[in-house]
């Protein structure tokens, strides 16, 4: 587990398990990254892969490898726009962008495959009217969130729920989510946790930026106030706990009750874009260089002590906010999109714009699996 990693870490400069396993990589941007089993499937901006071998495959923005062995596998779909969000859920990979095709037919901005065959649901066709940053399937209910007016010709902006058997809209679930896009959502704790660049649920800015919802009625769940005013790229949910990767005040990484009381904050001098939880240690991404050694910071994000710590682009802290020796030092000015860890918790995927880690030791491009 991770946690014994930073017991026994090694002297600084050493190969170890800082530094990502060798694995396929890609031409430009992962923006995200799902598992099902030991498979890691990718999305983003990227139209040709390299495999461990030093051979290259057309990959049109969806991939997938095997996280065990590092290798690009035969999935290989043709899309004709970006893919923003990949989440696997019972037998389907759902996928979300800016993408108008699927292999050929017609699938605005939402699609998903058969997980065992690979093959595309024809069933399934929600027809968002532009673009969708996150989906979260939960039962027999799919939520979209993103910059969309409608979803299969309902008006329902920024977000909204689609039947999990075909795609059509759930009429009864009505948000009114308001001056900004929705860009992450988790259901936990029976809300749905609603993370973005909005500025408002339900006319009131107290739940703006990162609020939650009744996932049957989208009414605003008033018990969960995070008093977040700053771009929220994600939202986590760990037991009784919620972070979230915001991209404001340089960046941080927040640690709520489910109150919405803040318990820390893990600040950095630049955007925080992704936040995992990887067993007993909070994994932050995004495109900052050094991070605050203390949990606590200023109203711009300065460090209250003075004292930063060299974190290219991805850090680990504890779950009382901690910062852990843990520095792969990955280059990249937008850094790392996402970090995923394995259901096992074996090894941990990130996606981003980096092609070197260990200050340019080691090339490995926009992702990277660490064990």
Known sequence: MLGALFIAQAPAGAIDSSLPQSSASFNDQVYKVDYHGDIVYSGGVFTRARNTDGTFARRTYLAAVNSATGALLPFAPVLNGSVHEVKTAGEYLYIAGRFTEVDGVARSRAARFRLDTGELDTAWNPKPSATVYSIEPVGSTVYLGGTFQSVGGFVQPALAAVSAVDGMPVTGFTPKVTEGSVRDLQYGHDRLYVAGAFSMIEGEKKYGKLGAVNPSTGVVDATFESKVYVLTREVEVAGDRVFAALDGRGGEIRAFTRSGETLWYQATDGGMQTVEVWGA??????????????????????????????????????????LLDWNPAANGVVGAWDATAHPSGSNLTVGGSFTTFGGGAQEQKRLAIFD
Do not use: Y
């Not at 240690?281 to 606590?296: E, S």
């Open 281 to 322: 240690t909070v994994i932050g991404g995004g495109h900052f260089d050094k991070a605050c050694v203390t949990n606590h910071a200023g109203p711009q994000g300065q460090c209250v002590d003075g004292v930063r710590a060299p974190r290219g682009k991805l850090l680990a802290v504890d779950m009382d906010g901690k």
